[in-house]
């Protein structure tokens, strides 16, 4: 029997535009020890089926109609206390966002034991060996000194950590993790889904996994639900699915997602259209209007679940008339574009840039801390060029971003744009370069004024630069919207009102509204589903054609800096450790973190992801407060020998334009394992 058994869950939600429907006939299963993947694009109904299963629905939400079964216990006819107990006992939930479910003013400790303290009891003296005990299950360092810290003096693979712990503090049947890496490096990545993984053996726990990566998807289910629009429109066993997807949204969802084997020439598919409300929805099948094998009676015929073999009950299903047949070439790439021009005179030069900041004492009469977040970085990037800045957070490349457009002041070394210092200049000078460099935020929705239309938003920089008049740059605003694919009417509405891939249209046109030079993107798909992802780096790369832009690109997602980046720098806590083309360092990694990362890339391919040994990367960063002597990586390094402790090495080419900054670089032939150390240095090792 199923641990969880859904069947024809419908899920409604009394708004003031009408009532929505998230969830219209869901039906799923998840065995004992069995991970179940839930995926699908933003209001597609994922999170809300998870919250449906823990009765855990907004204002005005309420399951309409179906059965929720756990353990035997039909959930949807439980009373409210009954309910309660189950909830964090037997049924925990991995939310999205920590910090947003975390007390922020409660110590981690405190948080754990009140967890156990409600459904197991005893005494104070047992919840803190509890606590203790699972914060050193989920792979905390020191967990006996960190029960007294708050949740922002964690990372955030370390918050993440303290949430799992807090669901696992009572061992549950049921975890239902929903996006539970969408925000971190994929080291950190790598290192929760391998915990959750273990614990899943361990306590022979069923895991609900809800994301957009099919990456995760690939390497860590053994089943796979497929949603759109509410509904489930194919599943399968994880190993069926991505190798004949049958329904045509599941084959476009893996067309538009960037590998490294992309095609860099070639643009990304992608998905036309976006997602039904889900008020009143049309008849018919649901992905019809996006659909390009779209034919008349999928306009007027819903299609259900069916077997995708019919005669075989192999557990594949999928609700798609027209369905792509077994053995089917997948789809075509987008179209080619013509690479940018990009000159050999360097536009911006980076000369040993240092920034520090100072910290507050801990204690009266005790001395400042300094936190050092970026440490001697020099780079150029070349007009045309799109350059990538890629590590693990806390690595120092979003303040380097803000260094580049001046939003932040080195502490040393020099900035320099266009033959100029930018550090040297003061008043006007500086306002009137400042035009040439602009930023991209990583959180659009922080970054743009909630109380101003779209146009007052775009128009804003030209009315700071004194540029045109109101009805010139009305004309402007119209030109930008249209440049960034969206429609006229965008102009009046506000900011809340948009998708995340539709506010991250208007950041890109706020940016060009003073046709910059350079523009800074820090992490400008991160939180995007793939098929979004792959209209804004489209986006991105027409923009450049057309107005000639110079790219600077941050970002943890390897794969994306592969397909869109000419060159690549590599950051690990505040230092540069690797930098040449995208080839050179995807194809041929000297640095051993640079290996690392790249081995901790989710691959949508379940045989290959599998087959991988270990994530990558252990451990987690150092403090940037008090850094590690010598090489920054030699204490999570399996190649560091006493010359990396001595001494820091230095950033130095290894060929044409690949350089790196490591004691004992890798060979070519030694990036799937450490190639044998120098004798002298296996001397001084031992």
Do not use: W
Request: one cysteine or more; proline letters at 7%.
């Amino acid at each position: 029997m199923s641990l969880l058994e859904v069947a024809d869950l419908r899920t409604e939600i009394a708004t003031r535009e009408g009532t929505v429907r998230p969830v219209d006939g869901v039906s799923l299963t998840v065995g004992a020890g069995e991970a179940v993947g839930l995926v699908g694009e933003s209001g597609s109904g994922k999170t809300m089926t998870g919250m449906s299963v823990m009765r855990l629905l907004p204002k005005g939400g309420s399951i309409a109609g179906g059965s929720i079964r756990f353990a035997g216990n039909e959930l949807t006819s439980l009373s409210e206390p009954a309910m309660r107990r189950l909830r964090g006992n037997e049924i925990a939930l991995i939310s999205q966002d920590p910090m947003s479910s975390l007390n922020p003013v409660r110590t981690i400790g405190s948080q754990l034991r009140e967890a156990y303290q409600i459904h197991v009891g005893g005494s104070r003296r047992a919840a803190i060996k509890r606590a203790t005990e699972v914060l050193g299950l989920v792979g905390m360092p020191r967990p006996a000194e960190r029960l007294d810290d708050y949740p922002h003096q964690f990372s955030g693979g370390m918050r993440q950590r303290a949430m799992i712990a807090i669901g696992l503090v009572c061992e549950p049947k049921l975890l239902i993790a929903d996006e539970p890496t969408t925000a971190l490096d994929v080291s950190i990545q790598a290192q929760i889904l391998e915990l959750i993984d273990q614990l899943r053996a361990r306590l022979s726990m069923g895991v609900l996994l809800i994301t957009h990566d099919m990456g995760v998807i690939a390497g860590h289910t053994d089943r796979v639900a497929v949603m759109y629009a509410g509904k489930v429109v194919e599943q399968a066993a994880t190993g069926t699915l991505f190798s004949e997807p049958r329904h045509r949204y599941t084959e476009a969802l893996f067309a538009s997602m960037p590998t490294l084997e992309q095609d860099r020439d070639a643009s990304l598919t992608t998905i036309s259209g976006t997602p039904p409300k889900l008020i009143e929805v049309a008849p018919g099948c649901r992905f019809a209007p996006r659909c390009r094998f779209a034919e008349q009676d999928c306009r007027s015929d819903d299609p259900a679940l069916h077997a995708a073999t019919p005669g075989q009950e192999d557990g594949h299903e999928h609700a798609c008339l027209y369905p792509r047949m077994p053995g089917a070439r997948a789809s075509a790439a987008g179209t080619r574009r013509k690479p940018a021009a990009v000159t050999g005179k360097p536009l911006l030069i980076l000369d040993g840039v240092v920034k520090r900041f100072s910290l507050r004492p801990q204690a009266p009469f005790r001395p400042g801390r300094v936190v050092h977040a970026v440490s001697g970085v020099s780079l150029n990037v070349r007009a045309g060029e799109t350059f990538g800045i890629v590590g693990e957070s806390g690595c120092g490349k979003t303040t380097l971003g803000r260094m580049i457009v001046g939003l932040e002041r080195p502490t040393s070394g020099s900035v320099i744009f266009d033959g100029r210092e930018l550090g040297a200049q003061r008043g006007r000078e500086f306002r009137r370069h400042r035009r040439d460099l602009q930023i991209m935020f990583q959180d659009s929705a922080a970054a743009l004024d909630p109380r101003m239309p779209v146009s007052a938003l775009i128009a804003e920089p030209l009315a700071a630069q004194r540029i045109g008049t109101r009805r010139e740059r009305r004309a402007m605003v119209a030109d930008l919207l249209d440049a960034v694919g969206l429609p006229p009417e965008a102009a009046r509405r506000y900011p809340h009102e948009f998708s995340g891939g539709q506010r991250q249209r208007i950041a890109m046109a706020r940016a060009l509204a003073l046709t910059p030079r350079v523009i800074v993107a820090d992490e400008p798909v991160s939180a995007l589903d793939v098929s979004v992802q792959a209209q804004i780096l489209n986006l991105m790369r027409a923009l450049q054609d057309r107005y000639q832009l110079t790219y600077v690109v941050i970002a943890h997602d390897l794969s994306l800096l592969k397909y869109l980046a000419d060159r690549i720098g590599v950051m690990y806590l505040g230092t540069l450790v690797e930098m040449g083309t995208s080839d050179e360092v995807y194809g041929a990694p000297r640095h051993p973190y640079t290996a690392g990362l790249i081995k901790a890339i989710p691959l949508p391919d379940p045989a290959r992801e599998r087959a991988k040994a270990g994530g990558g990367l252990g451990g987690e960063l150092p403090s940037a407060v008090s850094p590690p002597s010598g090489c920054r990586f030699r204490t999570r390094c399996p190649r560091a020998s006493a010359l990396c402790e001595r001494q820091a090495p230095e950033l130095a080419a290894t060929g044409t334009l690949h350089a790196v900054a490591c004691h004992h670089p890798l060979t070519v032939d030694a990036t799937e394992g450490a190639a044998p150390l120098p004798p002298d240095e296996r001397k001084a090792r031992a």
